[in-house]
């Protein structure tokens, strides 16, 4: 079972910033914090990842708690390309299996 | 690069009948996971391959479905005899070995779907 917990939807409006919230209150000491997004008819992609420190790439930025039990994806302009469904994922690889585990993911809505 | 390829797209067949899915990775790439999505449902984790040896299988279904990937390259899939609740559409993703500076991801095929009649 997925161990994290976000919306079932949210809805922004083209241009302006969107969080995209995810709570892991079970997370672990080595449980990396991974995003993947499933736009319309194709296959997962990768957004961001990260450990304990707050991580910034070309596709977004993503906050984590101190206390690691939550985190938020940033968009910080909305495009039509960014509907999608977002999916927070814990991914153990100190031993324990690689494989992600999806839950339902946020279905992101923006609205031009 | 080229991404991870997946045929086909789009396979219907009755019940009771073979299917082969065929995943080719990205170049390079040691692992390859196989997920699916059935109707209405999680994309779930069927099974990691590390090169040609079976990492993890613990979320095929049954017997009904078996992968390999002879040589280490691409990889099948083959669900013989299908059954209806097969219908989904079937993921194959790759990554790189660990280390060498990569960030883990995993890359994904658009996916092949299977409809069983």
């Known amino acids: 079972d997925a161990k994290t917990t976000q919306p079932n939807s949210m809805e922004s409006n083209e241009e302006e910033p969107v969080h995209l919230p995810c709570n892991h209150s079970?997370?672990?000491?080595?449980?990396?914090i991974h995003w993947y997004r499933q736009l319309p008819s194709q296959g997962p992609e990768y957004v961001i990842h990260?450990?304990?420190s707050n991580v910034n790439n070309r596709m977004a930025s993503l906050a984590i708690a101190e206390d690691r039990k939550s985190s938020t994806l940033i968009l910080h302009r909305a495009t039509l390309r960014d509907a999608a469904v977002y999916y927070c994922i814990l991914r153990d690889t100190q031993g324990g299996s690689e494989k992600l585990v999806f839950g339902k993911g946020t279905k992101l809505t923006v609205n031009p | 690069e080229a991404g991870v390829t997946q045929f086909p797209s789009h396979s219907v067949i009755e019940k009771g009948q073979t299917v082969t899915l065929r995943c080719d990775p990205i170049s390079g790439h040691d692992n390859l996971y196989w997920y699916r999505r059935v109707m209405g449902k999680e994309i779930k984790f069927l099974l990691h391959?590390?090169?040609?040896?079976?990492?993890?299988e613990s979320g095929m279904p049954n017997n009904r479905f078996l992968a390999e990937r002879t040589g280490g390259t691409y990889s099948t899939l083959k669900v013989q005899p299908a059954e209806l609740e097969d219908s989904g559409v079937y993921f194959c993703?790759?990554?790189?070995?660990?280390?060498?500076?990569?960030?883990?991801?995993?890359?994904f095929g658009e996916g092949s779907r299977l409809t069983v009649l």
């Open positions: 391959f590390v090169k040609e040896s079976k990492q993890d």
């Open positions: 079970t997370i672990s000491g080595t449980d990396y």
């Open positions: 993703a790759s990554s790189r070995p660990p280390g060498q500076g990569n960030t883990g991801e995993l890359f």
């Open positions: 990260g450990l304990t």
